[in-house]
T-cell receptor, first 119, second 115 residues
């Protein structure tokens, strides 16, 4: 299957600073990427849908000014957590999917996730 | 809007025993259905998927799932569980729209395997 790589896997930052998380599709072009947040022992909550070359679509309740998403190329989307606070500590996962392909390949490939701890 | 219910938060089985994880979905049309597995601190790995056709789907690691439209269910099964199967399992439904979809996940079921 296709490979999606997230970097970094772990990050600890001070409260008030910003952190950037990268999501790369390594062997395919992803016109659409998704960013999820997962709290301990809970499901994945979709934060936003990132479309290459256009603005991201945020889910209700997600602060777009706090979680900045940039999808500047077909293989890279970034999530920047601005002015991070302890309550932003979480596991962030991206996924990528190629649109317009045959039905048999219409699935989302996930990165390994990024554990963010804000202290 | 689509939704997914995984009624069991935890399931405990003995190694070698059979397994069934339940998943019910809500969607007005034929959905795309998925099962993912997540090991601690890791991303998600796709076990199997249903788009159309045969309602019994075979996946990796010996897992299978059956789509039952009448029951709006997509339960995951495995005839003999191994200790390495202990993980979090997520059912997801994707509503198709113009060739694209966004998966909605259930809350997950934690599988505990006793030796």
């Amino acid at each position: 299957g296709a490979v999606v790589s997230q970097h970094p896997s772990w990050v600890i930052c001070k409260s008030g600073t910003s952190v950037k998380i990268e999501c790369r599709s390594l062997d395919f072009q992803a016109t659409t990427m998704f960013w999820y947040r997962q709290f301990p022992k809970q499901s994945l909550m979709l934060m936003a849908t990132s479309n290459e070359g256009s603005k991201a679509t945020y889910e209700q309740g997600v602060e777009k000014d706090k979680f900045l998403i940039n999808h500047a190329s077909l293989t890279l989307s970034t999530l920047t957590v601005t002015s991070a606070h302890p309550e932003d500590s979480s596991f962030y996962i991206c996924s990528a999917r190629v649109t317009g392909v045959a039905e048999g390949r219409r699935e989302a490939f996930f990165g390994q996730g990024t554990r963010l701890t804000v202290v | 809007a689509q939704s997914v219910t995984q009624p069991d938060i935890h399931i405990t089985v003995s190694e070698g025993a059979s397994l069934e994880l339940r998943c019910n979905y809500s969607y007005g049309a034929t959905p795309y259905l998925f099962w993912y597995v997540q090991s601690p601190g890791q991303g998600l790995q796709l076990l199997l998927k249903y788009f159309s056709g045969d309602t019994l789907v075979q996946g990796i690691k010996g897992f299978e799932a059956e789509f039952k439209r009448s029951q709006s269910s997509f339960n995951l099964r495995k005839p003999s569980v191994h200790w390495s199967d202990a993980a979090e399992y997520f059912c997801a439904v994707g509503a198709a729209s113009g060739g694209s979809y966004i998966p909605t996940f259930g809350r997950g079921t934690s599988l505990i395997v006793h030796p």
